[in-house]
C-alpha cells in the first residue's frame, strides 16, 4: 500500500488572527500528487483484456476500483469531460510540534471539481440563451395551470391577490433551487 505525504505547517491558532498562538497542523505535500486522466487509466484497464458486450460493465466497476487506488495513493483522477477528483483532511490543531502526527487528522474527504464542460447554468441569468448546459427553471403559480415563467418571473400582476409564493413563503427560488 503506497503513503499519501503530509508536512507540518504552522498557521495561527485564529486563522487571520496575528495575536493567535502559532500551532503545527498537516497539509499534503505539494507537487506530491499526480493527476491521471481518463486515457492514462483507461490505458491501465485495456492491460487487463480485451473488451466483448458484457466486459462494459466490469469497465465501469474497474475505473471505481483503479479510481479508489489512486485516491487513496494519494493521486488525483481527471476524467475528460466530467471533472477532477482528489482526496483532502481535516487535522487537529497542535501547539507542540511533536504532537502534530498523522493520528490527528480526524476526517478524509474526496473532493470533486466538476470540469466546464459538465458545469449547468440557470438558463434565466445565462449570457448564452439555450446552451447545452444551460437549465431552464420555471416557477410554477399555485393553480398549476399558468406558468409563471422562468427565473425570478411569475409575480404578481398588479391584482389585488397576493402570491402565495412572496420572499418569505417555502417555496423561495433558493428553497427551489435547493429541492431539484
Known amino acids: 500500500m503506497?503513503?499519501?505525504?503530509v508536512v507540518r505547517a504552522q498557521r495561527y491558532k485564529k486563522i487571520g488572527d496575528k495575536t493567535s498562538p502559532l500551532v503545527y497542523i498537516l497539509k499534503r505535500k505539494p507537487r506530491d500528487a499526480k493527476m491521471y486522466d481518463l486515457k492514462r487509466i483507461s490505458e491501465e484497464i485495456e492491460a487487463l483484456g480485451g473488451m466483448s458486450a458484457e466486459d462494459v460493465l466490469h469497465v465501469g466497476k474497474a475505473i471505481v476500483r483503479?479510481?479508489?487506488?489512486k485516491l487513496t495513493d494519494g493521486n488525483c483522477v481527471r476524467l475528460d469531460d466530467f471533472g477532477i477528483f482528489r482526496t483532502s483532511f481535516h487535522c487537529v490543531a497542535t501547539e507542540n510540534p511533536k504532537d502534530c502526527t498523522v493520528k490527528n487528522i480526524d476526517k478524509v474527504r474526496i473532493n470533486f471539481k466538476v470540469a466546464t464542460t459538465l458545469r449547468l447554468v440557470n438558463d434565466s441569468v445565462a449570457t448564452t440563451k439555450?446552451?447545452?448546459?444551460?437549465?431552464?427553471?420555471?416557477?410554477?403559480?399555485?393553480?398549476n395551470k399558468?406558468?409563471?415563467?422562468?427565473g425570478n418571473g411569475g409575480g404578481n400582476a398588479g391584482g389585488e391577490e397576493e402570491s402565495k409564493y412572496s420572499i418569505n413563503s417555502p417555496f423561495h427560488s433558493k428553497n427551489v433551487m435547493l429541492l431539484l
Open 146 to 150: 399558468t406558468p409563471g415563467g422562468s
Open 2 to 5: 503506497a503513503t499519501a505525504l
Open 130 to 143: 439555450g446552451a447545452p448546459n444551460n437549465i431552464n427553471f420555471e416557477l410554477v403559480s399555485d393553480d
Open 66 to 69: 483503479n479510481m479508489r487506488e
